[in-house]
């Protein structure tokens, strides 16, 4: 090989080396952190990007405040996304959404503005100057504080309660203060003798004592005083529920005949309702006695030991007393209302 192929060859392979090396260089990405003048809510950013090279610009703020950001470049290729409270997926999109973005933070943390050149500008190994405006304004939000109920002093109490009340397998939450907002301390059994410290009446009405164990040096801690009792002492037993009011007698005129179901008379009905009981009797017009009948467990039977016999048609009952008697009862009048 000639001299002059030679140095051609060596030329060829420096070139590649160098373009290599500023392609490697150009991919990389950097980090900003974006710091304001003494006394200014906002900064101007001049700079410069290189073919794939991406720029992210860090600035922290508070939720509540509000970020503006506005890019300019002589490059329509440059574009900007931000990325807000640390979120990986972009709040906004300059190459859809244009260069400039304002929004009122709901995160307090690092929101990133991000800085490339679009795909087709870095694969032509494009550079690009640009101008970032950045501005954070507003006061950050401040937490609502959560209001602590104020314990209202009791007369002093017992000196030792005991655990009753709780369902089986259930625990009372011991907590850190008078309250079920405050965290839970210990949780303790039905039967767990407590040393008492006193007892206090909440804001919202609940009466919280402070107890703790009996162990010496035992952690002390607030809870409800519903679940207290003296040592030894057995709680109330439950009221019963009152027992439900019988129903009034309800009293009706039936059809009924004699010898024929031709049903040709009206006759006196009344049912008494006992429970799940009913007495009913029934008078024949113009008759000395009356018929008692009981049903029970859908049962008819005689108080006069009569044959009888029963059966529904409809909404009534076909009842035949005897031989002889008819009668026709609503099902309406055999039902406690």
């Known amino acids: 090989m000639s001299f002059c192929n030679r140095w051609i060859a060596l030329v060829w392979v420096y070139v590649a080396v160098v373009l290599a090396l500023g392609t490697a260089a150009m991919a990389q990405s950097r ?22 090279e991406t720029v992210d610009y860090k600035i922290g703020a508070q939720a509540g405040q509000r970020l503006s950001v506005s890019l300019t470049s002589s490059n329509p290729g440059v574009s900007m996304d931000v990325f807000l409270g640390g979120s990986v997926t972009a709040d906004f999109v300059g190459r859809v959404s244009g260069g400039s973005y304002s929004t009122r933070l709901r995160k307090s943390g690092d929101q990133i503005i991000r800085v490339q050149l679009e795909r087709s500008a870095a694969q032509r190994g494009e550079i690009a100057d640009f101008r970032l405006n950045v501005s954070v304004t507003g006061a950050p939000t401040q937490p609502v504080p959560v209001p602590t109920p104020t314990p209202k002093p009791l007369p002093t109490d017992r000196a030792f309660w005991e655990v009753s009340g709780l369902r089986p397998n259930d625990m009372l939450n011991m907590r850190s203060g008078p309250g ?3 965290r839970i301390l210990d949780t303790l059994a039905n039967g767990t003798v407590l040393r008492n410290f006193g007892c206090a009446v909440t804001d ?9 164990r009996t162990a010496r040096g035992a952690q002390s801690g607030w809870v409800s005083s519903r679940y207290l009792v003296a040592v030894g002492q057995v709680p109330p037993a439950p009221t019963p529920p009152p027992a439900p009011k019988p129903a009034p007698p309800q009293s009706a005129r039936v059809k009924c005949s004699i010898i024929l179901p031709i049903f040709d008379r009206n006759c006196d009905a009344r049912a008494v309702y006992d429970g799940s009981v009913v007495q009913l009797t029934l008078t024949y017009p113009g008759a000395a006695t009356k018929r008692n009948l009981i049903l029970k467990d859908g049962a008819f039977s005689s108080l006069e030991r009569e044959t009888i016999s029963a059966q529904p048609l409809g909404s009534q009952y076909l ?10 009862v609503p099902a309406s009048l055999l039902q406690r209302n």
């Open 31 to 52: 980090t900003e952190i974006v710091r304001f003048p003494a006394g200014f809510s906002s900064t101007v950013l001049d700079d410069t990007i290189f073919a794939r």
């Open 180 to 182: 079920t907002n405050f």
């Open 204 to 212: 919202g009405g609940s009466r919280w004592c402070e107890v703790s």
């Open 319 to 328: 009842i035949v007393l005897g031989d002889s008697d008819y009668y026709l």
